[in-house]
């Protein structure tokens, strides 16, 4: 019987780990945290039974306690409560499925209680990578990745030989705005922007893939997963979404893991890993596919993933003010309160104006996430 926590139950990816849970039969849930959707919150721990769970607010908390009652459970909140998910004694891994950076103090620290890291939060990554994968390496735990994309990276490098990895291929699906212009972009709303083709997400990951600021953030958590230079991580246009993901190797042999768009895949094969197990849903079917393409991706349109190569090439903070202006700026546009072009505009004004720190620490890091989000906020008024 394999146990885990989860940050982040109610969201995308935490549903669909308990989809995963539900349909092996043998894992069990020691612990979840979620945010403010105490009712489907109830509905998840009437279910499996966790002992402790984390709800953002405090007075949510205090609500989602009286709901619970009749339970025996722990109900804990806000930064201290997801720490105590996060290290709960009994499980053995980790699922960081919330959004943001605020699951940076979490990652630690269940690495630090020897906990496996089964990482959808690639914020985490993005922002504290040379302090999280040291850590994971000193503690010798497990950093497993649950994104699509990484986790067909990761199992196209099973078998192979990591010295002899020439380039990662990353794929994209191009996002609902594949080829458009600029000027075409330009009255964009949101109900137009979380209409991605292929995949179903939450809203603000829908909004990063379509500008394509996720596809950057994603290369530089490739950086640090699989210790490659910025430039070895290529960015391919794959509008099927049936390629997630490739390795080239130093010989030119490419390594691929192809498969219809389905999360619970990557999330089943991080939670069991290194076995493999039959899942439910479609298969592809090579008889019914007709083709398969291939573009670049137009980084003067979406210049929001030239932005993410700048920062990863320069590091230290600038991954965080990338991150945190994107944050901030994909909020903004949710609420209506500035037009769609204006995320990148934002995101490279912030960066032009930053000063770098090499080497952040957690407190640093934080920070320079804040101090991003003010001057944001003295800049774009709502």
């Known amino acids: 019987m394999k146990r885990i926590a989860i940050l982040g139950s109610t969201g995308s990816i935490g549903t669909q780990t308990l989809e995963v849970v539900r349909e092996n039969g043998d ?17 998840q721990v009437r ?20 709901m619970v009652a009749d339970l025996h459970i ?26 943001g950076m605020i699951g940076i ?21 993005v922002t504290a990578g040379h302090i999280i994968m040291p850590l994971a390496k000193e503690h010798h735990v497990k950093v497993l990745p649950v994104d699509s994309e990484h986790s067909a990276i990761f199992q196209s490098l099973q078998g192979g030989q990591h010295k002899a990895l020439h380039k990662i291929l990353l794929t994209a699906s191009g996002g609902p705005f594949r080829r458009k212009t600029r000027d075409e972009l330009r009255e964009i709303q949101v109900e137009d922007a979380l209409k991605h083709p292929n995949w179903e997400m939450g809203r603000k990951i829908t909004i990063d893939s379509s500008t394509m600021v996720n596809k950057g953030l994603e290369v530089i958590e490739a ?21 997630h993901s490739m390795v080239e190797y130093e010989d030119g042999a490419i390594i691929a893991e192809l498969g219809t768009p389905d999360m619970k895949l990557p999330i089943q094969y991080a939670l069991y890993y290194p076995e493999r197990r039959y899942l439910s849903g479609e298969r592809l079917d090579f008889g019914k596919l007709t083709e ?43 609420d209506r309160k500035i ?29 320079v996430e804040a101090a991003t989000y003010e001057y944001i906020e003295s800049r774009w008024k709502s």
């Open 27 to 43: 894992i069990e849930v020691i612990a979840l945290a979620a945010g403010n959707n105490i009712q489907l919150l109830e509905k």
């Open 47 to 66: 279910e499996f039974h966790p002992r402790l769970v984390a709800v953002w607010s405090e007075e949510k908390a205090e609500m989602f306690a009286q």
């Open 292 to 334: 398969i393409t291939f573009e670049r991706p137009d980084t003067e349109t979406f210049y929001g993933l030239r932005l993410a190569y700048e920062a990863g090439r320069r590091g230290g903070s600038l991954p965080t003010v990338l991150n945190a202006a994107n944050e901030k700026a994909v909020s903004l546009f949710l």
């Open 339 to 367: 037009g769609y072009l204006e995320i990148p505009e934002i995101i490279e004004t912030c960066m032009e104006k930053h000063t770098v720190i090499d080497h952040p620490s957690v407190e640093q890091i934080l920070a």
């Open 223 to 243: 950086k640090w997963l699989f210790d490659v230079d910025v430039d070895q991580v290529e960015v391919v246009v794959q509008p099927q979404s049936i390629i």
């Open 105 to 125: 103090r979490p990652t630690i620290e269940a690495i630090k209680a020897g906990k496996d890291i089964a990482l959808a939060n690639k914020e985490t990554l």
């Open 74 to 99: 722990e109900v804990v909140s806000g930064m201290d409560g997801l720490l105590e998910v996060a290290k709960v004694q009994e499980a053995e891994i980790l699922v960081t499925a919330i959004v």
